[in-house]
């Protein structure tokens, strides 16, 4: 049957079901299939927050949501235009968020009476006409399934397994997406297990045979390929990309790559990406608890590793001593903290921003640590690669916040060329580096003129013995020390020492087209896409305004305050509810405007764009 194929600029799909339906294995093929085709894209899994829900029920609602384009975008989408609704309780967690005339794709063989009754539904919304603003269509995908697979030795229940793949068929036909990466994928995964890789299979073609001959659906689309920069591409998540970072910039260190980790959501995927790599030097070890962790981590820095740490909020809580541990010894260590909803337990599934303060002051005493955060997947390599540049620079733990919606999210990623990487110079010390009375001697706390940092030392290097452990140490000698004078100088020295870093990021850029703007969107981490989608809203609509976005929040690049000063007004938005807001307010004396929302989820753009909106009247 020929069916007339529509050209479309965007669209943003969401695909909704059962935490057991493969709502997340289906959203990530059909996305690997839209990165191969070439459009750009951003998504947003959303994972439910109970690990085993009942069936059928809204707390157990798993979603995924993607957007891809024939041109370049930044937001995961603030609207879906299609979903895919698994089950009653999947349409309802979901359709306050579809506005009017989005296509409702409905596995309607799940809208049986008890279906129904779980999630509230006093009437089928199938019949009772509550739809009528939708394009809904109404496809049986389980019974469909369960057809396709009569031939094979499957069960009812076994067979009913593969309707997402059925799905993904379906929507792999309807926007023309290539077959060919889903099969592959398939044929990887149940490569020990042919009876169920040919019903997969089977189903993934019986969807797009579905699409092709049925009366449902009377037209299909394609969203053209997204010009690019020439090169190699392949699409990544934050925390995949997190872990390439690590891996080399331990490579650009020359240096064996240890994390000490203890699972936690969301990201345990760290843990389990670096554990496949031991080829390049990668050594894992997942510890009893978070306080494990770290204190391996830090021995690793001690004997001279490239030492990482990965947690959420609540395990930075049960760190925070053992990094202080680690600012008084002055050793490498990169700390990953992958923001989620709080306090607490909170919101494990859910991103956030929160953690900043927790960051930048969560220890006793003064405890100063340089703060780098990732602004998009993509940039979660060039993030790891900069926080591991600075850790073993300056010799200092540094913080790496990136959030649950970065973590999970993907977009494409040019690989870059190896050769360009940022070089980064252990310079252990070898010999002793001070003369006194005509006798060269060791002094493990004499600092480096430029960076203040003390040497890094390896243990059993003949000569270089010195003292190690949490309690102050003197100046230059290292020999221990309860001499206030001495305290005092210390702390000041290690306080330059992050606060010299300033000089050593990049300066803060400020996209400003014409430079005559008056009002300034300051953001920092996973807000980058949805300013930048605002903005670009917001100019289109004759407002002038401008754009620039933190990627080291301490200490922040030299050029901040002389930037914040040029703008009558800015706005701050952030996950939380006010922490960069109040630092920069401290630190700079602007009357900054915040924007705030702790939903557990990213902004949409729309909001933003009302909040520009409403300032640009005021200026």
């Not at 993904?168 to 036909?173: I, T």
């Not at 102050?472 to 870093?501: C, F, W």
């Amino acid at each position: 049957m020929s069916k007339e194929l529509v050209t479309l600029g965007r669209v943003v799909i969401r695909f909704a079901g059962d935490s057991g339906d493969g709502m997340q294995l289906t959203g990530d093929q059909f996305t690997n299939a839209t990165a191969i085709f070439g459009n750009d894209l951003v998504t947003l899994p959303d994972f439910p927050a109970e690990i085993r829900a009942p069936q059928g029920t809204l707390p157990g609602v798993s979603a995924f949501q993607l957007h891809f384009a024939d041109h370049d975008i930044t937001t995961a989408g603030d609207s879906p235009t299609v979903l895919v609704a698994m089950n009653p309780a999947a349409l309802k967690a979901n359709l306050h968020e579809m506005p009017e005339g989005a296509d409702l794709i409905i596995n309607t063989d799940e809208f049986t009476k008890r279906n129904l009754d779980k999630v509230g539904y006093a009437n089928n919304p199938l019949e009772d006409g509550s739809l009528e603003k939708y394009r809904v269509h109404e496809v049986a995908l389980t019974s469909l399934t369960v057809e396709a697979l009569k031939d094979f030795d499957l069960t009812r229940k076994e067979a009913e397994r593969s309707k997402n793949m059925f799905a993904l068929g379906l929507l792999s036909w309807l926007y023309s997406r290539p077959m060919e990466t889903p099969k592959s994928f398939l044929a990887t995964k149940f490569a020990k297990k042919p009876e169920i890789l040919a019903a997969n299979l089977k189903a993934l073609e019986a969807g797009w045979s579905f699409g092709e001959t049925t009366e449902v659906f009377s037209v299909h689309y394609e969203v053209k390929p997204a010009p690019a920069r020439a090169g190699e591409y392949r699409n990544i998540s934050g925390n995949l990309a997190l872990s390439y970072g690590l891996i080399a910039g331990a490579q650009s260190a020359g240096l064996p790559l240890y994390l000490g980790s203890y699972p936690i959501t969301p990201a345990s995927d760290i843990l389990h990406e670096l554990s496949k790599h031991k080829n390049f030097g990668v050594r894992t070890f997942q510890a009893e608890d978070e306080i494990a962790a770290i204190g391996a981590a830090i021995g690793a820095a001690y004997g001279g590793s490239l030492a990482v740490t990965t947690t959420s909020g609540p395990g930075v809580a049960l760190k925070s001593e053992a990094i202080g541990l680690a600012v008084s010894l002055e050793l490498p260590l990169v700390v990953i903290d992958i923001q989620r909803g709080g306090p607490s337990t909170g919101l494990p599934t859910k991103t956030e921003q929160a953690d900043l303060l927790q960051a930048m002051f969560g220890r006793n005493g003064e405890a100063p640590v340089p703060i780098v955060a990732p602004r998009s997947p993509a940039h979660c390599f060039d993030a790891a690669i900069e926080a591991c540049r600075i850790a073993v620079k300056y010799r200092t733990p540094v913080f790496l916040l990136s959030d649950g919606y970065l973590a999970n999210g993907s977009e494409p990623w040019l690989l870059p060329d190896v050769a360009s990487l940022p070089k980064i110079e252990p310079n252990f010390l070898e010999a002793p580096n001070h003369e006194l009375n005509g006798v060269d001697v060791l002094w493990p706390f004499k600092r480096d003129d430029e960076t203040l940092a003390r040497p890094w030392i390896r243990p059993g290097t003949p000569g270089l013995e010195h003292r190690i452990g949490g309690i102050e140490k003197a100046n230059n000698t290292g020999a221990i020390s309860y001499d206030p004078a001495n305290h005092d100088l210390m702390t000041r020295l290690r306080q330059a020492k992050v606060d010299g870093i300033s000089d050593d990021v990049e300066p803060m850029f400020v996209d400003d087209p014409n430079g005559d703007s008056d009002i300034l969107v300051l953001g920092w981490g996973s807000t980058f896409g949805p300013i930048g989608a605002a903005v670009e809203i917001s100019r289109r609509n004759g407002i002038k305004v401008a754009q620039a976005h933190l990627s080291t929040l301490n200490p922040f690049p030299a050029n901040t305050g002389e930037v914040l000063k040029r703008y009558k007004k800015v706005i701050v938005p952030e996950m939380n509810l006010g922490q960069l807001n109040m630092l920069i307010r401290a630190k700079f004396l602007v009357d900054t405007i915040g924007f705030n929302k702790v939903r557990g989820l990213p902004f949409k753009a729309t909001e933003l764009v009302d909040v520009i909106k409403d300032v640009a009247a005021h200026v």
